[in-house]
């Protein structure tokens, strides 16, 4: 299949996160029919990643996620784009590596491999499974694939997930005194969060805090016992920093609960290519023992996730040829090293 075709046909195949097995099953199909070896890897019962390699060990894998968020929205196209859930993040990246890497064989270049994942939108847990597998250390370079405009992303904000709970006194709402507002108390803690200045850095720019749900007592006539708030901050610095801001400001008021964190990232980057930061963050810093960390992908994040999302299909091509010209790059640049240090002659 082309990479239009398949972009397509991977958009119709619903895989909204804990749902990845068929379009796990039809990638890994797909992929042992073209020759590949393939290696289905157990994350939870039928969910998996799918590893893909030639006889010959691979130096670099090209790399992105199989699972989407909700809705799923069928696909459809018209002379320019493609539209339907994951048609940017990231069915349209995966035909787009996979194509990539068979023009890469197609000219002699087989130590590339493929690595698809499950759980991206939620925890990573398929990364972190991959992390742990046999394939690791073998890779020298892992261009990871999220909608970056075909530019060479140069570092990726951190993520700190939590939620906050307070507790209070119910009582009857016309005498609130005899109570004690959990709402109220958790109203207090998030005004002071919002007040706080978080740190800021010249590449990354600001720390963002989003209050993302706020859920708390049961009718309006109820002075309200217990309130919940999840937040998610895209981080700038190191999180441990971050957690000590936040306990010294939230002190005995809320209890806090920590859900998924990971530091920022400094990507490695190529010279010529057009570069960028992104404030979202990826599977990459699960993905250690992959190799040195390069991102790109076809699309624009402000399209992903939402009613309209479409890629360009000069995007899509565009990006096949990024791919094979970065991939290329790197495993020469790698070569001439290797030759280096044996004392082969370099000119």
């Known amino acids: 299949m082309n990479v239009f075709d398949l972009t397509r046909k991977l958009i119709d195949i619903p895989s909204v996160t804990n749902d990845e097995a068929n379009v796990g099953e039809f990638l890994a199909d797909y992929l042992e029919s073209l020759g590949y070896q393939v290696e289905r890897q157990l994350v939870a019962a039928d969910r998996f990643n799918v590893i893909a390699t030639t006889r010959e060990k691979p130096r670099l894998v090209l790399s992105t996620h199989m699972d989407t968020v909700p809705p799923y929205i069928e696909s459809s196209e018209d002379e320019e784009k493609i539209y339907g859930r994951g048609a940017c993040d990231a069915k349209g990246i995966i035909a787009a590596q996979i194509v990539a890497a068979e023009r890469?064989?197609?000219?002699?270049?087989n130590e590339v491999g493929l690595l698809f994942t499950v759980d991206e939108e939620t925890g990573s847990a398929g990364a972190r499974v991959a992390n742990t597998g046999k394939r690791p250390g073998?890779?020298?370079?892992?261009?990871?694939?999220?909608?970056?405009?075909?530019?060479?992303?140069v570092a990726t904000k951190g993520s700190?997930?939590?939620?906050?709970?307070?507790?209070?006194?119910?009582?009857?709402?016309?005498?609130p005194e005899h109570g004690e507002s959990a709402v109220e108390k958790l109203l207090d803690v998030l005004q002071d969060l919002r007040s706080v200045q978080w740190?800021?850095?010249?590449?990354?720019?600001?720390?963002?805090?989003?209050?993302?749900v706020i859920g708390g007592g049961t009718r309006p006539n109820v002075i309200p016992d217990s309130a919940s708030a999840e937040l998610?901050?895209?981080?700038?610095?190191?999180?441990?920093?971050?957690?000590?801001?936040?306990?010294?400001?939230?002190?005995?008021?809320?209890r806090i609960e920590y859900l998924s964190e990971n530091e920022p990232v400094h990507?490695?980057?190529s010279a010529g290519m057009d570069q960028c930061v992104v404030r979202f963050t990826t599977d990459i810093p699960y993905l250690s023992n992959w190799g040195t960390a390069l991102l790109l992908g076809p699309g624009s994040i402000f399209n992903a996730h939402t009613?309209?999302?479409?890629?360009?299909?000069?995007?899509?091509?565009?990006?096949?040829?990024?791919?094979?010209?970065?991939?290329?790059?790197?495993?020469?640049?790698?070569?001439?090293v290797e030759d280096s240090v044996s004392g082969g002659a370099i000119r």
């Open 104 to 109: 890469l064989r197609a000219e002699g270049v």
């Open 199 to 212: 740190p800021v850095d010249a590449v990354l720019g600001d720390t963002t805090c989003n209050i993302g």
């Open 138 to 153: 073998e890779t020298h370079y892992m261009i990871n694939g999220e909608p970056t405009d075909n530019k060479l992303a």
């Open 232 to 254: 998610h901050m895209r981080l700038v610095s190191n999180v441990a920093e971050i957690k000590t801001t936040l306990e010294h400001t939230i002190a005995t008021r809320a």
């Open 307 to 336: 009613a309209h999302e479409f890629v360009l299909k000069a995007e899509l091509q565009e990006a096949v040829e990024l791919y094979v010209t970065l991939a290329r790059s790197l495993l020469a640049a790698e070569s001439v």
């Open 267 to 269: 990507l490695h980057i």
């Open 160 to 175: 700190l997930r939590f939620v906050l709970t307070t507790e209070g006194r119910a009582a009857h709402s016309a005498y």
